[in-house]
């Protein structure tokens, strides 16, 4: 079974830091993207943050100059490094990845359970 764990989320108020973790367990033969995507009340789920399998890292505008997402590759643990953040920025944060499991072929697509991110001005 494969899980993906969100920790750091928290209450911070605004121009603040936060840095969120998102490790992933089971028998894992490789992972490609993983990435941020975060969802307020009543809104859809939106992407924030990626980091390719080779390094590349993409970002949402609004975020942009302002998180930065990384990998530890041996950890299986990808970051979201929040700065200066904004009551906007309030939500619940989410890890994805696509990876392929020991024993399958090709990859599949994982979510964790969220970390809410609370921002006060």
């Known amino acids: 079974q494969v899980q993906l764990v969100e920790s750091g989320g928290g209450f911070v108020q605004a121009g603040g830091s936060l840095r969120l973790s998102c490790t992933v367990s089971?028998?894992?033969?490789?992972?490609?993207?993983t990435d941020w995507y975060r969802q307020a009340p009543g809104n859809q789920r939106d992407f924030v943050a990626r980091?390719?399998?080779?390094?590349?890292?993409y970002y949402a505008d609004s975020v942009k100059g302002r998180f930065t997402i990384s990998r530890d590759n041996a950890k299986n643990t990808v970051y979201l490094q929040m700065n200066s953040l904004k009551p906007e920025d309030t939500a619940v944060y989410y890890c994805?990845?696509?990876?392929?499991?020991?024993?399958?072929?090709?990859?599949?697509?994982?979510w964790g359970q969220g970390t809410q991110v609370t921002v006060s001005s």
């Open positions: 994805h990845a696509d990876l392929r499991r020991v024993g399958s072929v090709g990859y599949s697509s994982y």
């Open positions: 089971g028998s894992i033969f490789s992972i490609n993207n």
């Open positions: 980091t390719t399998g080779i390094g590349s890292t």
